[in-house]
């Protein structure tokens, strides 16, 4: 069983810049893709950014220049610097991970979330 472990969350003022790790356990398979999820109240789900086990990166536009994302493979662990933040940052920030095997079936595991709360 494949385990998330968020933490870094918390209460910050726009502006100010707070940092996520999220620690995974269990039988994790290489390659994978690691990524940061949230969702504010109302709203839908929705991708902030991701890594893969090589490295490449991508991000929202909402969130470029201003959240890094990074991973430490031998850790499993994956963080989120996130700079400059703003009110409509604030939501529950959730990690991911998922592989697929060479049946082509995927495996997807999610973290319980952390809060990410921005006064303006």
């Known amino acids: 069983q494949v385990q998330l472990v968020e933490s870094g969350g918390g209460l910050v003022q726009a502006g100010e810049s707070l940092r996520l790790s999220c620690a995974a356990s269990g039988s994790i398979f290489s390659p994978n893709v690691m990524g940061w999820y949230r969702q504010a109240p109302g709203k839908q789900r929705e991708l902030v950014t991701s890594i893969t086990t090589g490295g490449g990166a991508n991000y929202a536009d909402f969130v470029q220049g201003r959240f890094t994302i990074s991973r430490d493979n031998a850790k499993n662990t994956v963080y989120l610097q996130m700079n400059s933040l703003k009110a409509e940052d604030t939501a529950v920030y959730l990690c991911?991970?998922?592989?697929?095997?060479?049946?082509?079936?995927?495996?997807?595991?999610w973290g319980q979330g952390t809060q990410v709360s921005v006064s303006s």
């Open positions: 991911n991970v998922k592989w697929a095997d060479r049946a082509g079936h995927v495996y997807d595991y």
